[in-house]
């Protein structure tokens, strides 16, 4: 009787003990490491003195192992400059863009991005590197103070998470970021919410929703045809 009281007594113990944040976050990365693709929708908020939001949707391959990342996303961006629409297609070493600040000639739906064809191809290059470094699944858990993070709520596979934010210019005290985290049966996540400080000393909201991991649908090439040099395309200057 004895013994088995005290076992209960251990097992209490255990699973009372709070998960470890930061072994939390770095199994999710280690797992989606191991993902070969998936199917993401991410939106980003930002309010403050210049509000704008950022809308990405569509299939994206990693290039875990040697291998080479495509990737085939829509784009929707609201700024204090207007609204941009694009759509980012990579397959192997090749890169095509459907750009709402593009001109295609007749026939066409893509414009090559060759960096030597035309000056405008490296800008734009520029621009489509940094969005995807926020809408890739491990942009989620980046800007996240990990010395301050803990866990706060756990139900089942919800975890709610809140720290302080990575410095950019002076210092975020605790509990700026708050992280909620849902993860499938197999550890993968599926949804994650982000309150943080952004750079500009705003407020970011990031909603991602992931799907289809390892198994998302293959990224094509488009049709040659369709597809335009970059010298032939008229760029329009904001």
Not at 8 to 28: E, F, I, N, R
Not at 176 to 181: E, K, N, T, Y
Request: aromatic share 8%; hydrophobic share 35%.
């Amino acid at each position: 009787m004895r013994l088995a009281l005290s076992l209960l007594l251990v097992l209490t113990a255990c699973s009372a003990t709070p998960a470890d944040p930061v072994a939390l976050l770095d199994g999710w990365r280690e797992v989606m490491q191991k993902q070969k693709s998936v199917r993401l929708d991410v939106k980003i908020e930002v309010d403050g003195k210049h509000p704008h939001k950022q809308a990405y949707a569509g299939v994206l391959h990693f290039s875990w192992m040697g291998g080479r990342p495509k990737w085939d996303v829509t784009a929707h961006v609201e700024g204090r400059y207007g609204t941009t629409d694009y759509r980012s297609v990579k397959v192997q070493d090749d890169d095509y863009l459907s750009h709402s600040d593009l001109t295609l000639p007749p026939g066409k739906e893509f414009s090559g991005m060759g960096l030597n064809d035309a000056l405008w191809v490296g800008t734009l290059s520029v621009e489509l590197s940094l969005a995807q470094q926020r809408y890739a699944p491990s942009g989620a858990f980046t800007g996240i103070d990990r010395k301050t993070l803990r866990l706060t709520e756990h139900d089942g596979d919800r975890y709610v998470f809140a720290a302080g934010g990575v410095p950019h210019s002076g210092g975020y005290t605790n509990g700026d970021v708050r992280l909620v985290v849902e993860v499938d049966d197999e550890n993968r996540p599926v949804r994650v919410e982000r309150s943080a400080p952004s750079v500009d000393e705003q407020t970011e909201r990031l909603t991602a929703v992931y799907s289809q991991w390892s198994t998302a649908p293959d990224v094509l090439r488009p049709p040659q045809e369709v597809v335009a040099k970059p010298k032939d395309v008229v760029v329009r200057r904001r």
